[in-house]
Structures are given as structure tokens and as C-alpha cells.
């Protein structure tokens, strides 16, 4: 587990606050009967208020702790119901010039009996920044996924993969409030064991994507936000497929608090016969609604 990882560089003392954690996370899991899933989660939010301990403000340290509930809200009796709660953790570092940060996330998903908290992959991202002819900024972000979910590893072989990200950000003043606009480039590259996963389907060799967002601040606390993405993909047959994504939402900030509400659609650039149009803004079958919240610290 990522505590796990992260005890074994710190000293014994600091080891047996982690034995302390579990013991105590084992407690729990007995009176209220918990899930392994549910028991991991528990040892993940005491690693997180520990690493709030053990890294001072002074170092530059950040915190980012944020939840998501996602549902496409149909009958649950049909079984097309989808809905999922996402659990997500990110440290940030500045240094000489870089950011450095590192993230992870826990997953359960509502639509299923039974279903556990499931660990997703984690990511380190090294970004930097850059002015261009004292107007634009360029924002680089060089990023590596580490397999570290049971599906990623388990059902698709995946070791890991390596990406980089540009983005273009522009704001200016538009009526009472600022308006943003920004276009940015992915280009992720992916490691397996194997070509193909256990159901032998062919994993999905590399993606590249373009997207613009735009952004528009009403006030200190409400802006909105939209995003649309095409991306590209091609397996391991160098077969390629086109998909997009849309996505909308309202945001309110308070202190260091993030609240969302949002729209979001991902579905197939063109339809089956690879000639027709499969794009649309609203489609129940590949939509899904989303309220998120976040704190920093």
C-alpha cells in the first residue's frame, strides 16, 4: 500500500506510529464489521492527517483532499444505473522553479452490491512555467502513472506510463468578471507486460489529445467552466479510434474550499459504421452528472 512505501523511509519511531494506525484501524474494522476495501481507505485518511504532521508549512507543502459522487441517475431495477464515489489525495512541492506533486485516489463503485474501495494508479508530475513576449504563459507538465490499481495491473497488464502536457491559458476582463480561455496538447505513452489484456483485447498503445477550456470568474466565490477534448488513440494493432469529451460545470469557492456541480459526456467521435457523426451534448447513455468538493492545505 502507498502508507505502506511511505513508512519504510521514515524511522522507527514513525514506524510505530504506523503500527498504532492500524492497530487501531483494525478496531474499527471489527466493531462495524468493514470491508478490506473500506479498512485501506480508513489507514489512507490516517496517513493523511500524519503527512499534515510530518511536513511543515515552511517547506511550501500542499495539500489537496477531495471527494466525488458521479451518477448518470437512471432506474437502478434496469441495472443501467452507473454511479460512483471517488475519494482523491494530492501532495504539491515547489522546487527551484518546478512543481513537483504526487496523487492518488480511492474509488467504490454504488451501482454494484458488494463493492469495495478499490485503489486507483498514482501519479508524479514534475510542471514548469514560462512567459512569452511578457503576455502568455506556457504551462509544461511532464507526468508518470504508476500501475498501482488491481485493474490496471490485473486485467489490462499495465506497468505504467509516461506523458506530457502544454497548455496556453489567456485571460482578460469581460463584462464584470474575467474570462479565461486556454488550449492545451497530451500526449500520454503506455507500458504493458503484454499487447493484449486477460480478455485479449488490444491494450491501447499511446493517446494524444487536444482541448480548449473556458473559464469565466462572476465573482470571488461563483465562476463556471466548460471543457471539450478529441483524442486520438491507437492499440497495439495500430488501429486508431476518435473519442471526445464535453463537460460543464459551476463552481463555488469559500477559503480553501472548491464546491462543483457539473455535466459531463465521453463518448465516441464517430458512430459505428466509422463514417457517420456521433457527437452530441446531451446523451443519457454516455452522460453522467457530478457533484464534487476539495480542500487545500
Given at each position: 500500500?502507498?502508507?505502506?512505501?511511505?513508512?519504510?523511509?521514515?524511522?522507527?519511531?514513525?514506524?510505530?506510529?504506523?503500527?498504532?494506525?492500524?492497530?487501531?484501524?483494525?478496531?474499527?474494522?471489527?466493531?462495524?464489521?468493514?470491508?478490506?476495501?473500506?479498512?485501506?481507505?480508513?489507514?489512507?485518511?490516517?496517513?493523511?492527517?500524519?503527512?499534515?504532521?510530518?511536513?511543515?508549512?515552511?517547506?511550501?507543502?500542499?495539500?489537496?483532499?477531495?471527494?466525488?459522487?458521479?451518477?448518470?441517475?437512471?432506474?437502478?431495477?434496469?441495472?443501467?444505473?452507473?454511479?460512483?464515489?471517488?475519494?482523491?489525495?494530492?501532495?504539491?512541492?515547489?522546487?527551484?522553479?518546478?512543481?513537483?506533486?504526487l496523487s492518488s485516489f480511492v474509488s467504490k463503485s454504488l451501482s454494484l452490491n458488494d463493492s469495495e474501495y478499490l485503489?486507483?494508479?498514482?501519479?508524479?508530475?514534475?510542471?514548469?512555467?514560462?512567459?512569452?513576449?511578457?503576455?502568455?504563459?506556457?504551462?509544461?507538465?511532464?507526468?508518470?502513472?504508476?500501475?498501482?490499481?488491481?485493474?490496471?495491473?490485473?486485467?489490462?497488464?499495465?506497468?505504467?506510463?509516461?506523458?506530457?502536457?502544454?497548455?496556453?491559458?489567456?485571460?482578460?476582463?469581460?463584462?464584470?468578471?474575467?474570462?479565461?480561455?486556454?488550449?492545451?496538447?497530451?500526449?500520454?505513452?503506455?507500458?504493458?507486460?503484454?499487447?493484449?489484456?486477460?480478455?485479449?483485447?488490444?491494450?491501447?498503445?499511446?493517446?494524444?489529445?487536444?482541448?480548449?477550456?473556458?473559464?469565466?470568474?462572476?465573482?470571488?466565490?461563483?465562476?463556471?467552466?466548460?471543457?471539450?477534448?478529441?483524442?486520438?488513440?491507437?492499440?497495439?494493432?495500430?488501429?486508431?479510434?476518435?473519442?471526445?469529451?464535453?463537460?460543464?460545470?459551476?463552481?463555488?469557492?469559500?477559503?480553501?474550499?472548491?464546491?462543483?456541480?457539473?455535466?459531463?459526456?465521453?463518448?465516441?467521435?464517430?458512430?459505428?459504421?466509422?463514417?457517420?457523426?456521433?457527437?452530441?451534448?446531451?446523451?443519457?447513455?454516455?452522460?453522467?452528472?457530478?457533484?464534487?468538493?476539495?480542500?487545500?492545505?
Amino acid at each position: 500500500m502507498l502508507s505502506d512505501i511511505f513508512f519504510s523511509f521514515w524511522p522507527e519511531n514513525i514506524s510505530n506510529i504506523q503500527t498504532r494506525i492500524a492497530q487501531c484501524a483494525n478496531v474499527l474494522s471489527v466493531r462495524y464489521n468493514l470491508s478490506k476495501g473500506e479498512l485501506e481507505l480508513i489507514k489512507l485518511l490516517h496517513f493523511t492527517l500524519l503527512l499534515c504532521c510530518l511536513i511543515p508549512a515552511s517547506y511550501g507543502a500542499s495539500f489537496n483532499f477531495g471527494t466525488l459522487f458521479s451518477s448518470n441517475f437512471k432506474d437502478a431495477a434496469t441495472g443501467e444505473n452507473v454511479s460512483s464515489f471517488i475519494g482523491s489525495l494530492s501532495i504539491s512541492q515547489p522546487l527551484y522553479g518546478y512543481g513537483l506533486s504526487l496523487s492518488s485516489f480511492v474509488s467504490k463503485s454504488l451501482s454494484l452490491n458488494d463493492s469495495e474501495y478499490l485503489i486507483g494508479n498514482t501519479t508524479f508530475a514534475i510542471s514548469s512555467s514560462a512567459m512569452i513576449d511578457d503576455k502568455y504563459t506556457v504551462n509544461s507538465r511532464i507526468f508518470t502513472n504508476l500501475a498501482t490499481s488491481k485493474y490496471s495491473r490485473e486485467t489490462k497488464n499495465l506497468i505504467g506510463s509516461i506523458g506530457h502536457s502544454l497548455s496556453i491559458p489567456y485571460t482578460f476582463d469581460f463584462l464584470d468578471g474575467k474570462l479565461s480561455l486556454s488550449t492545451s496538447i497530451i500526449n500520454i505513452y503506455n507500458f504493458y507486460e503484454f499487447e493484449t489484456d486477460i480478455m485479449g483485447n488490444s491494450n491501447i498503445k499511446n493517446q494524444h489529445s487536444v482541448g480548449v477550456n473556458l473559464g469565466y470568474k462572476m465573482s470571488s466565490k461563483i465562476s463556471l467552466s466548460q471543457s471539450t477534448r478529441l483524442t486520438k488513440s491507437y492499440n497495439h494493432s495500430n488501429i486508431a479510434n476518435d473519442s471526445y469529451y464535453l463537460g460543464a460545470s459551476i463552481n463555488y469557492s469559500f477559503k480553501k474550499m472548491l464546491f462543483s456541480i457539473g455535466y459531463e459526456k465521453a463518448d465516441q467521435l464517430l458512430m459505428p459504421n466509422g463514417q457517420n457523426s456521433n457527437l452530441s451534448l446531451f446523451d443519457m447513455d454516455a452522460s453522467s452528472f457530478y457533484f464534487s468538493s476539495g480542500i487545500s492545505f
